[in-house]
């Protein structure tokens, strides 16, 4: 907050250290995991004021630190605006990349390297996400015959099923969430990082092409058993992915403009 309060955090300090304590005892958490809540924490501590709140926990804080092997001298906390490395990218590049993507389904006979796959998802892994909880995965498919019978699940893949080299399913991590009210925000966040998986694609020489996911149970279902889902795991979409056939056709979109999508609110 701008400006800090002296003391902060109070209604929620005391649930975040014991989360954390329960988390470093059962090893719950990955290395990078580990240290970025250690860093915050110990910047947390070192700037909060006196509270009787802030001081139960900071003891608590000290002896789970003292036993945690991930302490180290880096810092994985907040900074300010102004320490962002500018990309460079101007208005117009990022519109060319924009009208680059287009929805793909003709593609080369030729396999997707998994490696240019690491790299997009890397890099769509920096989308926004409710509370950093980035819940979601994608789940990559390169059998051919099982890439055909994924896409079918979709339904409208009528005629290019057989066409897709590799299919990716975004499935959302429901686990991530333990109120019912955050239950839609797999979908919001799973679509953010789809979206830059898709542009991510195109700066590698790949194309791309989103299914719509029909909410129907049959279908669920059917991915449900080609895929092995856990029961908290859900379909947010199919993505195709592979090397676009120079030849085969892209339809016209006229999207629409700021005009029309726009509404001005005092």
Same mark, same amino acid.
């Not at 990218?89 to 796959?117: C, G, H, M, N």
């Given at each position: 907050?701008?400006?800090?309060?002296?003391?902060?955090?109070?209604? #929620?300090?005391?649930?975040?250290?014991?989360?954390?304590?329960?988390?470093?005892?059962?090893?719950?958490?990955?290395? @990078?995991?580990?240290?970025?809540?250690?860093?915050?924490?110990?910047?947390?501590?070192?700037?909060?004021?006196?509270?009787?709140?802030?001081?139960?926990?900071?003891?608590?804080?000290?002896?789970?630190?003292?036993?945690?092997?991930?302490?180290?001298?880096? @810092?994985?906390?907040?900074?300010?605006?102004?320490?962002?490395?500018?990309?460079?990218? @101007?208005?117009?590049?990022?519109?060319?990349? #924009?009208?680059?993507?287009?929805?793909?389904?003709?593609?080369?006979?030729?396999?997707?390297?998994?490696?240019?796959?690491?790299?997009?998802?890397?890099?769509?892994?920096?989308?926004?996400?409710?509370?950093?909880?980035?819940? #979601?995965?994608?789940?990559?498919?390169?059998?051919?015959?099982?890439?055909?019978?994924?896409?079918?699940?979709?339904?409208?893949?009528?005629? #290019?099923?057989?066409?897709?080299?590799?299919?990716?399913?975004?499935?959302?991590?429901?686990?991530?969430?333990?109120?019912?009210?955050?239950?839609?925000?797999?979908?919001?966040?799973?679509?953010?990082?789809?979206?830059?998986?898709?542009?991510?694609?195109?700066?590698?020489?790949?194309?791309?092409?989103?299914?719509?996911?029909?909410?129907?149970?049959?279908?669920?279902?059917?991915?449900?058993?080609?895929?092995?889902?856990?029961?908290?795991?859900?379909?947010?979409?199919?993505?195709?992915?592979?090397?676009?056939?120079?030849?085969?056709?892209?339809?016209? @979109?006229?999207?629409?403009?700021?005009?029309?999508?726009?509404?001005?609110?005092?």
């Amino acid at each position: 907050m701008v400006p800090r309060k002296p003391v902060f955090a109070t209604s #929620f300090i005391a649930e975040t250290v014991n989360v954390y304590a329960l988390a470093v005892a059962q090893g719950f958490l990955g290395s @990078s995991e580990a240290q970025w809540a250690n860093d915050v924490l110990c910047e947390y501590f070192a700037v909060v004021g006196t509270d009787a709140t802030v001081d139960k926990a900071r003891v608590i804080f000290e002896q789970v630190r003292a036993k945690d092997a991930t302490n180290s001298v880096s @810092s994985l906390t907040p900074y300010t605006h102004a320490e962002i490395v500018n990309s460079g990218v @101007s208005a117009t590049q990022l519109s060319l990349l #924009f009208k680059q993507r287009r929805s793909v389904r003709w593609y080369q006979d030729k396999p997707v390297e998994i490696e240019k796959i690491n790299i997009a998802v890397d890099m769509a892994s920096q989308a926004p996400s409710a509370c950093n909880r980035q819940p #979601f995965k994608l789940h990559v498919v390169i059998n051919k015959d099982t890439v055909k019978q994924v896409a079918e699940c979709a339904m409208g893949t009528k005629g #290019f099923a057989d066409n897709i080299p590799m299919i990716i399913a975004v499935v959302g991590d429901l686990s991530s969430y333990p109120l019912e009210r955050d239950r839609h925000l797999i979908y919001i966040d799973g679509a953010l990082m789809a979206m830059q998986f898709m542009l991510a694609l195109e700066t590698l020489g790949l194309s791309s092409c989103p299914l719509n996911w029909p909410e129907i149970e049959t279908q669920e279902r059917m991915l449900d058993n080609l895929l092995q889902f856990t029961p908290y795991e859900r379909t947010v979409m199919l993505i195709a992915v592979g090397y676009a056939s120079p030849t085969g056709g892209i339809p016209f @979109s006229q999207k629409k403009t700021s005009a029309s999508l726009i509404k001005i609110v005092d």
